[in-house]
């Protein structure tokens, strides 16, 4: 949380919040315990783990059953005890396979990949039995979120399902805490548990809409050297292979006798560089150059340049591939 700021961000759930002083008592007691409960990407859940209160329902049935009790006591009905038991027996026996559905589940995050920033990251989720009884009825959502997930878990086997998450502003973010629960079979009884995942979510900054042209390149000398093309009158230059040239521009039968890997290369040997600079950009503030960069990062790799991207305390020579985007691109989220 941010000192001094008037309103900040709580790290467990993200959910928005005054500083510490101003907070109600409710916020803080809440954002305390969650900052107690451990990280991880694998959860088993056991009893401690899994909590279980009464619904509206149940309350509902508890004060039902209160009133046919006193009513059987009142008239002396034995059909009236008998269905009072009975119900009564009923949501007991509810009330143990509620719990017993959460509790033995195991969740595994994988690790979520990169979005941009205002994008809806995916989180893929596996829940995993080992007892013989499917588990009926098993909902996730990110704590304090009205969107569920519901599924079920087949006896000694598992079930995946994709967890829709908003993200915040770029830059490497820990999840959110996660929550699971259950009502079956009854509804009566409501049982979840808290979970809060240890991956990392790494958000690139929003790619501009309608970025103006890319900046121009500065001219310098590739060193290639020229040789003619077979079966051709026209001469193709040739240089080392770089790490994502496709592989339709290798030259095989060079490679196989001189045993160095060489790509072939119809620019001219004098060529411009293309470099990414924050410079450049034209922004005064940070957030919009580095929205412009992102938007010149994907259409240089979209027209397959070679290019590099400079910014503060970092330099990424040039390159292209999707490798060398994905490196662009982290630099810039973390920037």
């Known amino acids: 949380m941010r000192v001094g700021a008037r309103w900040s961000r709580c790290a467990p759930c993200w959910k928005p919040f005054r500083c510490r002083e101003q907070a109600p008592v409710k916020e803080r007691i809440r954002h305390w315990w969650l900052a107690r409960q451990p990280r991880t990407d694998q959860l088993t859940l056991t009893q401690r783990k899994v909590y279980i209160l009464p619904t509206k329902a149940g309350w509902m049935l508890a004060i039902t059953l209160l009133v046919l009790l006193v009513a059987a006591i009142n008239y002396q009905l034995n059909l009236g005890y008998l269905l009072t038991f009975l119900l009564a027996g009923s949501a007991v026996v509810g009330m143990h396979v509620c719990h017993g559905t959460l509790r033995g589940l195991s969740l595994s995050l994988s690790p979520p990949e990169p979005v ?7 989180l893929n989720i ?6 013989k009884a499917p588990r009926y009825g098993i909902g996730l959502s990110v704590l304090d979120s009205r969107h569920w997930v519901w599924c079920d878990v087949p006896g000694q086997g598992s079930s995946r399902v994709q967890l829709a998450c908003p993200t915040p502003q770029r830059g490497l973010h820990a999840l959110p805490a996660l929550t699971a629960e259950t009502r079956f079979p009854l509804g009566t009884f409501r049982v979840w548990t808290i979970w809060r995942p240890a991956a990392p979510l790494l958000v690139y900054p929003q790619a501009e809409i309608n970025p103006p042209p890319l900046p121009a390149g500065m001219a310098h000398d590739t ?4 040789a003619p093309s077979t079966g051709s009158d026209e001469f193709d230059g040739v240089r080392p292979y770089r790490r994502g040239d496709p592989l339709k521009q290798v030259l095989w039968k060079k490679a196989a006798q001189t045993g160095q890997w060489v790509s072939r290369d119809s620019q001219q040997a004098q060529h411009s560089e293309l470099w990414l600079d924050l410079t450049q950009t034209g922004c005064s503030e940070r957030v919009p150059g580095l929205s412009r960069l992102c938007a010149w990062v994907l259409e240089a790799q979209d027209l397959a340049l070679d290019y590099g991207l400079r910014l503060p305390g970092v330099e990424i020579a040039p390159a292209r591939g999707a490798g060398h985007q994905r490196r662009c691109l982290e630099a810039l989220a973390l920037c």
């Open 223 to 226: 060193g290639s050297a020229t």
């Open 126 to 131: 596996t829940l995993s039995s080992q007892r």
């Open 116 to 122: 941009f920033s205002g994008q809806t990251a995916t």
